[in-house]
């Protein structure tokens, strides 16, 4: 049997030696890619530890009215967590504390951008419009905050937001538009006394005796003898005309 030719058994060794070359560079080129990845990963660790250090010291800070403080702790947790709202939202809110409310604004406008039908971040800028008395900005806000999707956590924040806006229509002489947003809040009133004497006084503050009336028996349903339905209801049947229902109501209530 012959031996290969010379020039086959160098090609045969340059191709082995080509092999060997490229998978060293391959096994070079994966533990380096692995290397960055963990640096990089214990570098995002390092970041989210930091920022979640700077919003509790911001946290701190706010609570003491230390706003400068509360500012700067939150920047630095947004600046090395972009990803977290809270960070944002909370440095929103110590920029209002501080009274930079454009600079709060901007914040928000911000991070609405990524998630505009978040109620958290349109329910503070309704309040920073309100505190404008930007109605038209306010009532959209709150609009906006309002037919979101709300956490199931707390299933009366979205009543407790209505509320809010209602006060502030009143507040501002938008008394037709107050009884709209009252009206839609009864639609998932808890049947509770102190939430339908709450309702109802708003009622009576936008001068509808019509729905206040209302609110008062139901809570009279519940509390036969409470003095302030009574009273509510005695007034609103008076200025609905009803004189014969109003003395059946004031005839219930304690002498004075």
């Known amino acids: 049997m012959t031996d290969p030719p010379r020039e086959t058994v160098e090609q045969r060794n340059v191709i082995h030696r080509e092999i060997t070359q490229l998978g060293i560079l391959i096994v070079g080129a994966v533990l380096a890619f692995l290397f960055t990845r963990a640096v990089a990963a214990n570098n995002r660790e390092a970041n989210l530890r930091d920022a979640g250090e700077w919003y509790a010291r911001g946290e701190r800070a706010l609570a003491a009215a230390r706003l400068d403080d509360a500012v700067d702790a939150f920047r630095r947790a947004t600046v090395r967590n972009r990803l977290d709202r809270r960070y944002m939202l909370a440095l929103a809110r110590a920029l209002e504390a501080r009274h930079d409310e454009d600079a709060a604004r901007s914040v928000l406008l911000t991070l609405r951008e990524s998630a505009p039908e978040d109620p958290e971040i349109n329910l503070q800028l309704a309040r ?10 306010t009532v959209r806000f709150y609009h906006y905050a309002l037919y979101a999707p709300w ?15 209602v006060r502030f229509l009143l507040e501002n002489d938008q008394r037709s538009q107050a009884v709209s947003e009252l009206v839609a809040t009864t639609a998932d009133l808890p049947n509770t006394v102190e939430a339908h004497l709450e309702t109802g006084r708003l009622f009576v503050a936008a001068g509808d005796d019509g729905h206040a009336l209302d609110q008062f028996q139901r809570a009279l349903r519940l509390a ?11 007034e609103a049947a008076a200025q609905l005309g009803n004189d014969r229902l109003a003395e059946t109501y004031r005839r219930r209530l304690p002498p004075p």
């Open 224 to 234: 036969p003898r409470n003095q302030e339905a009574l009273a509510g209801a005695a």
């Open 128 to 137: 920073l419009a309100a505190a404008r008395h930007d109605v038209t900005e």
């Open 151 to 165: 956490p199931s956590a707390d299933p009366d924040a979205r009543r407790r937001s209505r509320l809010e806006l």
